[in-house]
């Protein structure tokens, strides 16, 4: 078993969680009218913006689940180093995640470093991998 990868792995499935039920607190749940995808948009959005937003929010936890679920995959696999490359790719794209919530936030959302930490494992997995 591969470590790195599995506590990677983990750790995003904790951190889509958390990304999906503090945002539907924090900021979806005052804009229902006793619905479940929010309809009260602020100005100046459009109730149709607000639609996509929520489904947005969702589907980027929805997408690190997946990556989740094919870092424990390969950290469980026979022969975790033919999937090397997978998992180099999943680094990457997650250490770009981390910088992306970063720049645009100015360091004020924590979820640049939970990637930056996820980035990194599976960097370092990648090379036992």
């Known amino acids: 078993m591969q470590n790195y ?4 792995g983990v750790l995003m499935i904790l951190i889509g969680l958390a990304h999906s039920v503090i945002g539907e607190i ?5 804009l229902r ?9 602020p100005p100046p959005l459009r109730e149709r913006h607000l639609r996509i937003l929520w489904a ?14 094919l870092l424990i995959l390969v950290a ?15 680094a990457i794209a997650t250490f770009a995640g981390s910088l992306l919530v970063l720049y645009a936030t100015k360091g004020r959302h924590p979820g640049w470093f939970g990637l930056l930490i996820a980035a990194g494992l599976a960097w370092l997995g990648q090379s036992g991998a």
């Open 5 to 8: 990868l599995l506590s990677a």
């Open 26 to 30: 924090l900021i979806f749940r005052q």
């Open 33 to 41: 009218a006793g619905t479940i995808v929010p309809l009260l948009a």
């Open 56 to 69: 947005n929010w969702h589907l980027t936890s929805a997408l690190g689940w997946g990556l989740a679920a």
């Open 76 to 90: 469980v696999a026979p022969d975790p180093s033919s999937y090397a490359l997978h998992v180099l790719i999943i």
